[in-house]
């Protein structure tokens, strides 16, 4: 049987830096695993919050990978598909089993709702950047952001 996944996010309790994160959107700016398991969430984490010490001791681990079906794969562009077919060829090869992502709808389709939140989003923290053309700003950010406006009103 499959378990619930575990979705642990750092910052909130500020054991994850944030540093590097530019912030943009705060339904989805938060760091941490997403896992299937309590125990790789928190191997995971402890990973995130550690300072890097060197190589680490592996540890043999075994499950279940869900990948999504190839056709889904389509719009990456080659060498990140080959990245990712080779990454979960490895992970078999540690003895973890890959096996179908079934999922209602299509990857792009969660894309773009997510794209969507996170316009709204960074349009609603940056408008006093964007909306200043007195303001340095790379234009393609400004375009970018400013395009967003109309999803102010659009409810998801």
Do not use: C
Request: glycine fraction near 4%; avoid cysteine; aromatic fraction near 4%.
């Amino acid at each position: 049987m499959d378990a619930d996944p575990v979705d642990l996010r750092g910052h909130p309790w500020g054991a994850v830096s944030t540093r590097s994160v530019a912030p943009l959107s705060p339904t989805f700016d938060t760091i941490g695993p997403l896992t299937h398991h309590i125990d790789d969430a928190r191997l995971i984490f402890e990973a995130m919050r550690e300072p890097e010490t060197g190589p680490r001791e592996r540890q043999a681990s075994s499950g279940i990978v869900r990948t999504p079906q190839r056709a889904e794969l389509d719009p990456l562009a080659p060498s990140v598909a080959a990245t990712f077919l080779a990454s979960i060829a490895a992970l078999s090869e540690q003895g973890f089993s890959a096996q179908p992502l079934v999922l209602p709808r299509k990857l792009v389709d969660y894309q773009s709702d997510t794209g969507a939140i996170m316009a709204k989003e960074a349009y609603d923290a940056l408008r006093h950047l964007v909306d200043n053309p007195d303001l340095p700003l790379d234009p393609a950010v400004r375009s970018r952001v400013r395009a967003r406006r109309r999803h102010q009103r659009r409810s998801l």
